[in-house]
């Protein structure tokens, strides 16, 4: 069974807008961590944002914002504001209990248009 | 600030050569990820080291090696390349190990090296 599931291929979004990109994920543990990484055309992973299962609050950074539903088993990321700069691939990833590789999802494609 | 370094950044090999990939973590950092990512496909996890020792093991084949020397820089030798071995591969570094604060949870990707067998 997929560990990270993103069920969004592509994205549009107008510049300025707020969207949301959809993360679920699987896991027994009661430890994870969960991130939210940029893919741009050029090829490198930025890391964006962080989610520890036992934050209670939902993670922000800037114009990042994850909202996290523990019970939902979801950590969706909105990019409030939308910028040109922010077409991108977005990868969503979990690190379950004391292992440490990362599990990525398929990645969903924003494309925002002026 | 100093982010992960990879070298060589593009690299084109024949099948059934060998070719080495290199990664220097952040400063201070002493665990170290690899991951191969095909062609519109997503990052897997191939192999991590953890001050010097393996610490945890993916789909990395037997064709692959790595390690991690004193200065905390990773090697991933790849030796009898083939088609399938087209793809770009990250390294990652993160301080300590998984499953602490978010300072040592999180990993941080080098550009990659992009791997190229014909």
């Known amino acids: 069974a997929q560990k990270i599931t993103q069920t969004q291929p592509g994205m549009f979004v107008q510049e300025k807008e707020a969207v949301t990109l959809d993360c679920t994920y699987d896991?027994?543990?009661?430890?994870?961590?969960l991130f939210w990484y940029k893919q741009p055309s050029s090829g490198e992973m930025i890391f964006l944002i962080y989610?520890?299962?036992?934050?209670?609050q939902n993670a922000t950074e800037g114009r990042y914002s994850l909202n996290f539903q523990k019970a939902r088993k979801s950590a969706n990321l909105v990019i409030s504001a939308s910028q040109l700069g922010d077409s991108a691939m977005y990868f969503c990833?979990?690190?379950?209990?004391?292992?440490?590789?990362?599990?990525f999802g398929t990645g969903t494609s924003l494309t925002v248009i002026p | 600030a100093a982010g992960v370094i990879q070298s060589p950044r593009h690299l084109i090999k024949e099948k059934r050569e060998t070719a080495t990939l290199k990664c220097y973590p952040i400063?201070?950092?002493?665990?170290v990820y690899w991951y191969q990512q095909g062609p519109g496909q997503d990052p897997q996890f191939l192999i991590s080291?953890?001050?010097?020792?393996?610490?945890d093991k993916g789909s990395i084949p037997d064709r692959f090696s790595a390690q991690q020397f004193s200065d905390y820089h990773s090697e991933l030798n790849m030796s009898s390349l083939e088609l399938g071995d087209s793809a770009l591969y990250f390294c990652?570094?993160?301080?300590?190990?998984?499953?602490?604060?978010?300072?040592?949870?999180?990993?941080?990707f080098g550009p990659g090296t992009r791997l190229t067998v014909l």
């Open positions: 989610q520890g299962s036992y934050d209670e």
């Open positions: 896991t027994s543990d009661q430890s994870y961590g």
């Open positions: 080291f953890y001050e010097k020792m393996q610490s």
């Open positions: 990652a570094s993160s301080l300590g190990l998984a499953g602490g604060p978010p300072s040592t949870d999180t990993q941080y």
């Open positions: 400063p201070r950092h002493d665990t």
């Open positions: 990833a979990m690190r379950e209990g004391t292992g440490n590789q990362f599990y």
